[in-house]
């Protein structure tokens, strides 16, 4: 059997001992290592063996593939099994407990369904957190760097997991923060999976709305895109030929975004083409239209974080020893900047994240993060990113149509920027399907009574105002908007109606791609010919919005839509058809159970979870099939 040792594990004074220990359970000796079998239950199952007469050593198996592999977790000195991280109080009587069943023991693990997903063939160690977790030789060369470390990974690539490992390094006052509250609260739970504490460390994950409340409470209520659309309705008379949703990234990603300040008018009109959404001759009228929103915001009692950002540079006090911001892509540069002011030594941080899931209006640019550190351009440009193009989430078949959607985006609009000009290798082990199906009455409710109780089972729309026509269809409560799938994932995925309902810009998206020109294996770095052309800006959300969908689901993708011969699907190799392939043995909500709570719950945020604990933000689901309503020690 092979053995695998948790990177926390700490075997000094019994070295030796351990080390023939190892050996025995290598060799599938369990009665020679006096294995026997301490906590059984349908979510957790672990093992001890004997060091000496006082000493314990806690184990447990765990699946790769078809193959069974013995996790070296934890020392237990004498006999104190009350003092385990991972039995978290239970109470052990050793003369009870019964010996090992290598042949049952090895047929549990096999049922495991979470298993390990990827093992690096030369490397033993692993990390752990919901769920143990083996780094490839990319992700542990980031792990063991130093700050500063700017990283760039595809969705499934480990990021967050990277950057929670590298978090655990740090210590004194640590942060953790990202744009989205789902996110920040799953990245916490996480991090304290299994009964992790750090003693010389006090961590707290926080939203960047939330962040902001820590340095001071912005007076009145945040503009959202729906304040901004209601307002603009009644301006655009005097806009004509100016479109609202570009107006706003405008507004957030460029005139308020940048770290050295609001751009005055001059400064504006006076940007390159590719700083800038919109043509030079269209410029006067959108900083007009800026003037009227900041009076705007001002009569309306609202706030625009970006100005809030602007205002609050010289509020920011040194607080944090150590900071990580998870998918920066979110954050504008004044957003970032007002974050590092936080920071008792500069440098001391890790950024990560992923031009291709850009869904919020920021005008995001690898070399415009990399200038908020250095300011001088040709310094900056020689600064090095840390790339990650392994996909440790989706099954194949995900990836592929994932993959295929990053060659029409660049072949329609040309490369990105050089940073993320990959594609993607899957190595989670399952093939899993990517099944489009007619939007008829007859397939929801099929997908709907197969899937309604399953936790391993969630539906995706494209913004928040479609949820209240899929709750018509699915009675799952795991329904989020693209907005609130960052970090999230699931065994099965649907997406509902993200094509059909936008018609016209996925159209726009699929023009003048050639299906040929697709089959390759690789992206050139080749920007668009066409420095004025601003379609790139015009159709990134609904492009980055879907790129972030299909990349949710670990097996299966089910595309409900009722435009299903749309140029689009045609471009993606998707045709209709499929069966909907729920795993039966999945857990489900049952009657009288818990079911997640509201969005509005208001549970302590940054509170490390115990053994036990019932907290709002406990019982809310988190997003991951591996941690729901059960023990944060199950993996």
Known sequence: MKVLQYIGLDTTGVTAAYRKVVAAIERDDFAGAQAKKLVSHSHAKFYRARLNDADRLLFSLVRHGDEVCALMLEVILNHDYDKSRFLRGAVIDEARIPDVDLAEARQEAMQDPTPLRYLRPDSTTVHLLDKPISFDAAQDEIYHLPAPLIVVGSAGSGK????????????GEVLYVTHSTFLARNARDLYYANGYEHPGQDAVFLSYREFLETIRQPAGREALWRDFAGWFDG?????????????????????????????????????????SIFAAEQRPALYDLFDKYRAWLAAAGLFDVNLIAQQWQSLAAPRY?????????????????????????????????????????????????????????????????????????????????????????????????????????????????????????????????????????????????????????FGTPLLFSIHEAKGLEYDNIVLYRFVSDHRAEF?????????????????????????????????????????????????????VESDTIHPLFDLLDLATGGAVQVDKAARRWKTGRRKPASSNCKASRNRPRRSGATSCARRRYRGRSSILIKPVSSW
């Open 321 to 473: 020893d150590f900071v990580v911001i998870d998918e920066v892509q979110d954050l504008t540069a004044i957003q970032l900047a007002l974050v590092l002011r936080t920071l008792r030594q500069p440098g001391q941080f890790l950024l990560c994240g992923d031009s291709n899931q850009i869904v919020h209006p920021n005008f995001f640019s690898w070399a415009t993060v990399r200038s908020v550190f250095w300011h001088d351009p040709a310094l900056a440009e020689r600064q090095a990113l840390r790339v990650l193009t392994t996909n440790f989430r989706n099954g194949t078949a995900a990836t592929r149509v994932a993959n295929q959607l990053l060659k029409i985006k660049q072949q329609r609009f040309g490369s990105i920027d050089r940073e993320s000009n990959f594609l993607v290798d899957s190595v989670g082990g399952t093939t899993g399907q990517v099944a489009l199906m007619a939007d008829k009455d007859t397939v929801k409710r099929e997908l709907d009574r197969q899937t309604r109780q399953s936790t391993r089972f969630a539906v995706l729309v494209m913004r928040d105002e479609d949820k209240a026509a899929a709750r018509q269809h």
């Open 235 to 275: 301006v655009r008379v005097g806009f004509k030929g100016i479109d609202a949703h570009q107006a706003f990234e405008e507004i957030r990603g460029v005139i308020t975004a940048g770290s050295a300040g609001v751009c005055d008018r001059a400064a504006y009109l006076a940007l390159g083409i590719r700083q």
């Open 507 to 559: 159209a726009g998206i699929a023009e003048g791609v050639d299906k040929a020109a697709l089959e390759v294996d690789s992206l050139e770095y080749r920007r668009a010919r066409d420095k004025s052309d601003k379609t790139a800006e015009v159709y990134k959300f609904f492009v980055n919005a879907l790129y972030v969908a299909l990349t949710r689901a670990v097996s299966n993708l089910y595309l």
């Open 160 to 171: 967050t997991v990277l950057t929670l490992e590298k978090l655990k390094q740090a210590t």
